[in-house]
């Protein structure tokens, strides 16, 4: 999504669902609706009160983390609110994307319009603000083994402290403020704790793997029917009288696409009984890529409830006259986190049998094809040493996939002795949609040459022939002309939107 214009305001009311906050991350403008700002107003009433009224609650007037039980006195309240962003700011290494960071923030945005933290309403419409200016607070990727430091980066900038960038230059946190029009934020009780509390880091950064994961299941039923058919697979594998023995909406839904981007295929009409079954990297393509799909929207369904859910710690419920802080461990992203390393090991499965598919593809001794689909033997390697990036590739997805959710550790003095690693577990869901979707490219690229060399004038599917065209409107086949990562790259921008 190149520019906001282009795409609805997304106005902020109920809570927002997952691509409601990838598209926000890709540039769509945010806006609080006054049902929200009504209810982010009536929670900061209630942390007033509960000040006023000198009722011990965790981080609104006592220290945090193993200090929860030191009461903190009046006059240090805001002191104690701009600590916290302070010593909680100690995130390292390589900076979050633009779009990573964003995605994060409008999830923050969400969470206090449920109406349950009790920050002011400026400090919501500042953080609107940084969205609708595109400015962009530095947020280092790596020191959180929940959800603490990310947030506490993008407090800085509010504060005037940190980083930015904005209109293409690292600026200030000071200057990003001056550069579109808002002074620095003095925090009031509890806004320190609330701003660097919660899922919201887990639960943007899942939103955004989650509208990737999507994109790239699409792609890669597309990337098998082009293999299945360049290899003569047997397509009555595919049947939905025999795939519905095996109930599953994924399943069924994948033998469905496979059935439609073949139809019409005279490459596969020529196969059919050629062979008793094909191997399990084209027969059982139904049943790796339907497992991911059923998993997919059983992840979608607990990221969907995150984003609906209180995860601020206190929380603030009742009235005025009588506020209630309720210390509990919604913060605690387990749902997250298991969801996240369960679909990231999914997605690389997926891949992990995309690059089966690959080196079928560019082995003469199965595909009948000019040995690794290079245009004169000997002489040219063609897609020899593409195999082995994608083979790289699924290695390092297995590396990464070993389970976040399982690493365990103690913080704060024993005060948090049970660490959930959601937002570690949706980073590396995203580095290994990195690795898939440059798998899957190289597939789509293997396969449409594959194309090229086929003998005979038989018919593509319909479907294929659709992403067979869309390739080559934008790459020419390839003769050992160029560095071949350049078409690979190229391609992976083409998977940046559905399969033709």
């Given at each position: 999504?190149?520019?906001?214009?282009?795409?609805?305001?997304?106005?902020?009311?109920?809570?927002?669902?997952?691509?409601?906050?990838?598209?926000?991350?890709?540039?769509?403008?945010?806006?609080?609706?006054?049902?929200?700002?009504?209810?982010?107003?009536?929670?900061?009433?209630?942390?007033?009160?509960?000040?006023?009224?000198?009722?011990?609650?965790?981080?609104?007037?006592t220290?945090?983390?193993?200090?929860?039980?030191v009461?903190?006195?009046?006059?240090?309240?805001?002191?104690?609110?701009?600590?916290?962003?302070?010593?909680?700011?100690?995130?390292?290494?390589?900076?979050?994307?633009?779009?990573?960071?964003?995605?994060?923030?409008?999830?923050?945005?969400?969470?206090?319009?449920?109406?349950?933290?009790?920050?002011?309403?400026?400090?919501?419409?500042?953080?609107?603000?940084?969205?609708?200016?595109?400015?962009?607070?530095?947020?280092?990727?790596?020191?959180?083994?929940?959800?603490?430091?990310?947030?506490?980066?993008?407090?800085?900038?509010?504060l005037?402290?940190?980083?930015?960038?904005?209109?293409?230059?690292?600026?200030?946190?000071?200057?990003?403020?001056?550069?579109?029009?808002?002074?620095?934020?003095?925090?009031?009780a509890?806004?320190?704790?609330s701003?660097?509390?919660?899922?919201?880091?887990?639960?943007?950064?899942?939103?955004?793997?989650?509208?990737?994961?999507?994109?790239?299941?699409?792609?890669?039923?597309?990337?098998?029917?082009?293999?299945?058919?360049?290899?003569?697979?047997?397509?009555?594998?595919?049947d939905?009288?025999?795939?519905?023995?095996?109930?599953?909406?994924?399943?069924?839904?994948v033998?469905?696409?496979?059935?439609?981007?073949?139809?019409?295929?005279?490459?596969?009409?020529?196969?059919?009984?050629?062979?008793?079954?094909?191997?399990?990297s084209?027969?059982?393509?139904?049943?790796?890529h339907?497992?991911?799909?059923?998993?997919?929207?059983?992840?979608?369904?607990?990221?969907?409830?995150?984003?609906?859910?209180?995860?601020?710690?206190?929380?603030?419920?009742?009235?005025?006259?009588?506020?209630?802080?309720?210390?509990?461990?919604?913060?605690?992203?387990a749902?997250?986190?298991?969801?996240?390393?369960?679909?990231?090991?999914?997605?690389?499965?997926?891949?992990?049998?995309?690059?089966?598919?690959?080196?079928?593809?560019?082995?003469?001794?199965?595909?009948?094809?000019?040995?690794?689909l290079?245009?004169?033997?000997?002489?040219s390697?063609?897609?020899?040493?593409?195999?082995?990036?994608?083979?790289?590739?699924?290695?390092?997805?297995?590396r990464?996939?070993?389970?976040?959710?399982?690493?365990?550790?103690?913080?704060?003095?024993?005060?948090?002795?049970?660490?959930?690693?959601?937002?570690?577990?949706?980073?590396?869901?995203?580095?290994?949609?990195?690795?898939?979707?440059?798998?899957?490219?190289?597939?789509?690229?293997?396969?449409s040459?594959?194309?090229?060399?086929?003998?005979?004038?038989?018919?593509?599917?319909?479907?294929t022939?659709?992403?067979?065209?869309?390739?080559?409107?934008?790459?020419?086949?390839?003769?050992?002309d160029?560095?071949?990562?350049?078409?690979?790259?190229?391609?992976?921008?083409?998977?940046?939107?559905?399969?033709?």
């Open positions: 999504m190149a520019a906001a214009d282009r795409v609805e305001v997304i106005a902020v009311d109920a809570p927002l669902g997952w691509r409601e906050i990838a598209a926000v991350a890709l540039g769509a403008p945010l806006t609080l609706s006054s049902a929200a700002a009504t209810r982010v107003a009536a929670a900061r009433a209630l942390v007033d009160s509960l000040v006023a009224k000198g009722i011990k609650a965790y981080g609104v007037n220290g945090v983390g193993a200090l929860c039980d009461v903190v006195d009046r006059p240090r309240l805001r002191q104690l609110s701009r600590n916290i962003v302070m010593s909680h700011a100690v995130g390292v290494g390589p900076v979050l994307g633009r779009i990573e960071t964003r995605a994060i923030i409008a999830a923050a945005v969400n969470q206090f319009a449920l109406g349950f933290s009790g920050v002011r309403p400026e400090l919501v419409e500042a953080l609107v603000r940084l969205l609708a200016e595109d400015c962009v607070p530095e947020v280092p990727s790596q020191g959180s083994v929940g959800y603490l430091t990310h947030m506490a980066h993008v407090g800085l900038v509010l005037g402290e940190g980083h930015a960038v904005h209109e293409g230059r690292r600026v200030s946190g000071a200057q990003a403020l001056r550069d579109i029009g808002l002074a620095p934020l003095v925090l009031e509890k806004e320190g704790l701003l660097v509390n919660g899922t919201s880091c887990a639960a943007g950064l899942s939103a955004l793997a989650l509208s990737r994961s999507e994109r790239l299941l699409a792609w890669a039923d597309a990337a098998a029917a082009m293999s299945v058919e360049n290899l003569h697979g047997q397509l009555a594998a595919f939905a009288d025999v795939l519905a023995l095996r109930p599953s909406p994924g399943l069924a839904e033998g469905a696409n496979l059935r439609t981007l073949l139809a019409g295929s005279e490459i596969s009409a020529a196969a059919r009984g050629t062979r008793t079954q094909d191997a399990l084209l027969r059982a393509v139904p049943h790796v339907g497992a991911a799909r059923d998993l997919f929207d059983h992840v979608a369904q607990a990221v969907g409830r995150e984003l609906a859910s209180a995860t601020d710690n206190p929380i603030v419920t009742g009235t005025v006259d009588s506020p209630r802080a309720h210390s509990e461990a919604h913060a605690v992203g749902a997250i986190g298991l969801g996240a390393d369960s679909l990231a090991t999914a997605i690389a499965a997926v891949a992990a049998m995309s690059e089966r598919r690959i080196d079928r593809l560019v082995n003469p001794l199965v595909s009948g094809l000019p040995a690794f290079a245009d004169a033997g000997g002489s390697s063609g897609f020899m040493i593409a195999q082995y990036t994608a083979a790289a590739l699924v290695a390092d997805n297995r990464l996939a070993a389970p976040a959710s399982l690493d365990g550790g103690v913080t704060s003095g024993l005060q948090e002795d049970h660490l959930a690693h959601a937002t570690p577990a949706a980073a590396k869901w995203l580095k290994i949609l990195d690795n898939a979707e440059t798998v899957i490219a190289i597939e789509v690229l293997a396969a040459q594959a194309y090229d060399l086929q003998p005979g004038t038989l018919a593509r599917g319909r479907g022939d659709a992403i067979y065209r869309a390739v080559r409107a934008c790459l020419p086949s390839y003769r050992d160029r560095p071949l990562a350049t078409d690979i790259e190229q391609l992976r921008g083409l998977l940046g939107e559905p399969p033709p």
